[in-house]
């Protein structure tokens, strides 16, 4: 270890915090104007570096490679402002939940897009002309275009403040993050504001992508990768604040700076290889800094609410004919093995199909009925479905006993985590769950000798005579009724109308006596459980798991689900996982390019049916009514 070798990882972390600034700072601009939570801001950034390839690839060297990188990021700025016209105008007035939605299926549509274009190889952009060397510094070698982008931040940052302080327009830009309702009775132009400030927030990302070209490939994935990374930035510095990003940048490449140039560190008899511990860093750091300042650094604790939200349309409870209608399904379910004698493939559909229904239903019971947006449930399916593969392999536990255990791994994880999740509300919570997902991705990842890395594990399989014939089919069917029906029960027990309660209004529920943050770590905790049960069947079904069950793709289809079928309803992630697995099975054996396809479909969805698929049969039954 020396001082020289600090200061050359120092330096790269800041080279990296430059461009994650400019994702970063696009993502807070377009949320603080128009609160769109916008997933499709990684594939703004893909695009850049991507189109970055392209220009600078036709232009050559010289001034056309410097015309190439910002004729990228003005295109992706077009692009960003043509998908705000076609699509995200259309939803301003829905849900917040449901602008994600929207935004997810742009990242398909986009991926896709970027698949026939560009192919699946990774391309690399030409060295910049003139910086294409490195310089001497205290005896290391520092490549010279690293330095420019060090210094691309803190312009960026500079030319932003001028904007936003000194112009008509960034005045407008900060009336509209602080009181739109105000801003539209003095009669300015929101449309024309948000399609402006959106196209700007793409443009700094496609500009991110373009200034990384050269050190980055392009290739397909750069989207979820560097869009968990923006929003780690922009809560830690706090949402909606410019500055707040650029000091979260700067302090979340520094630590990973610092894990790597730590390397090897012993404490007692343990080694722990700080380097390979980049990947929780940020989210380590999202994690601390939430739990202390809840708002960011630079951010501001909102104002408590004075009154109550309007409460949602009470549920009720399934009456006669529904509860007829359940009894039915479930027998027409228990009949799929007599049908799949002629179609085999359809118990393995129906089998992942009721693992989702079972996944979508816990998160519902979160995000819907208790009110806690999650963007990280996938790591109480991934506890489970690793609580119960850790048990067969290492504990040599039967595998009944570890199918039926690996939910309380989840269970615990939510004990202790979810703790702290309660603290917070909004997009905070979301963002603190999403970072909870993210450490526990990374440990799977890179714990070797106990999760199998990258590898996963293996050899997962049903016992012996669960294997044999429809079986395991008939125990995953009777779990997932009986957590359905156990996660339909607690709706309406004690604890349900308390996290209702809690949900409309938290201040009138303290005011009854109630202690809101126990109330909603009970649910919290018991929606886990049934999470993990279906991760534990899901290590089973397949055979295998790898650390993709904690990704944060996986929670996205959750929300998916259970956005397509409707939150108003129980029945919703029903629908939801049923209809989102089924087009998902059927785009992919269809064709190259499903991703597409299905972000069309999600996209048809959303406009079509804003309150979801059960909940448009509920609204039309009512009208028949």
């Not at 290889?273 to 630079?298: D, H, Y």
């Not at 690793?386 to 290492?394: C, E, I």
């Not at 993709?548 to 996986?554: G, P």
């Not at 785009?587 to 991703?595: G, L, M, N, P, V």
């Amino acid at each position: 270890m020396s001082l020289s070798g600090l200061l050359s990882q120092l330096l790269n972390g800041l080279a990296d915090a430059s461009a994650l600034f400019l994702v970063a700072a696009g993502l807070s601009l377009i949320f603080g104007v128009t609160r769109v939570v916008n997933f499709a801001h990684g594939s703004f950034y893909m695009l850049g570096v991507y189109l970055a390839w392209t220009f600078t690839t036709a232009f050559g060297d010289g001034a056309g490679y410097w015309a190439g990188l910002l004729l990228a990021a003005l295109a992706t700025g077009l692009i960003g402002a043509a998908a705000e016209w076609l699509v995200l105008k259309r939803l301003y007035q829905a849900p917040e939940l449901f602008q994600l939605l929207a935004t997810f299926a742009l990242v398909l549509i986009i991926g896709d897009a970027a698949l026939a274009i560009w192919g699946p190889e990774d391309l690399f952009a030409a060295r910049a002309p003139g910086l294409s060397g490195a310089v001497q510094i205290l005896g290391r070698r520092f490549p010279e275009y690293d330095l420019l982008l060090i210094a691309a931040g803190p312009i960026v940052l500079g030319l932003l403040w001028l904007l936003l302080m000194r112009t008509r327009w960034g005045r407008l830009l900060r009336a509209a993050a602080e009181n739109r309702s105000m801003l539209a009775a003095l009669g300015v132009n929101q449309a024309w504001l948000f399609t402006s400030a959106f196209t700007l927030g793409a443009f700094l990302a496609g500009l991110g992508g373009a200034l990384a070209a050269p050190r980055v490939p392009a290739t397909l994935g750069l989207d979820l990768e560097i869009i968990a990374s923006a929003f780690v930035v922009v809560v830690v510095g706090g949402l909606g604040s410019i500055p707040g990003a650029f000091l979260a940048a700067l302090l979340i490449c520094s630590v990973k700076a610092v894990f790597v140039f730590l390397g090897q560190v012993a404490i007692g008899p343990w080694v722990f290889n700080l380097s390979k511990l980049t990947l929780l860093a940020e989210f380590a750091v999202m994690a601390v800094v939430l739990v202390v300042r809840p708002w960011g650094l630079l951010g501001k604790p909102p104002a408590p609410a004075s009154h109550a939200g309007a409460p949602e349309r009470p549920i009720a409870p399934a009456g006669r004919r529904l509860r007829a209608a359940y009894g039915l399904l479930v027998v027409l379910l228990a009949l799929v093995p007599i049908a799949a004698l002629q179609w085999p493939y359809l118990s393995i559909l129906m089998t992942e199909i009721l693992i989702a229904a079972l996944f979508a239903a816990s998160l519902h019971f979160l995000t819907g009925l208790a009110g806690m947006t999650s963007f990280g449930h996938a790591a109480w399916f991934g506890l489970g479905a690793y609580g119960a593969a850790l048990l067969l392999k290492l504990a040599a536990v039967p595998m009944e006993a570890a199918l039926l255990l690996g939910p309380f791994a989840a269970a615990f994880g939510a004990l202790l985590f979810g703790w702290f999740c309660v603290r917070l509300s909004g997009v905070y919570l979301a963002m603190l769950t999403l970072a909870v997902a993210q450490i526990l991705w990374a440990l799977a990842f890179q714990w070797d000798d106990v999760t199998g890395g990258s590898n996963g594990l293996i050899g997962l399989w049903p016992s012996s005579w669960l294997a044999q014939g429809p079986w395991f089919y008939y125990v995953t069917l009777a779990l997932c009724a009986a957590g359905i029906a156990w996660l339909r029960r607690l709706a309406f027990s004690p604890l349900g109308y308390a996290l209702r309660g809690v949900r409309d209004s938290s201040l009138r529920a303290e005011a009854l006596g109630m202690e809101t943050r126990r109330v909603q770590w009970a649910g919290f905790v018991a929606a886990s459980f049934a999470a993990g049960m279906a991760g534990s069947l899901y290590a089973f079904s397949k055979g295998s798991i790898a650390p993709d069950v904690l990704a944060v793709s996986r929670s996205v289809d959750g929300l998916v689900m259970v956005l397509l079928g409707g939150v108003q309803t129980l029945a919703g992630p029903l629908v939801g996982a049923a209809s989102y697995t089924w087009l998902q099975d059927v785009a992919a054996r269809s064709t190259e390019y499903w991703h597409a396809v299905l972000g069309v479909a999600i996209l048809a969805l959303v406009l079509a049916f804003p309150d979801g698929l059960a909940g448009a049969a509920a609204r039309l039954r009512g009208k028949r009514a």
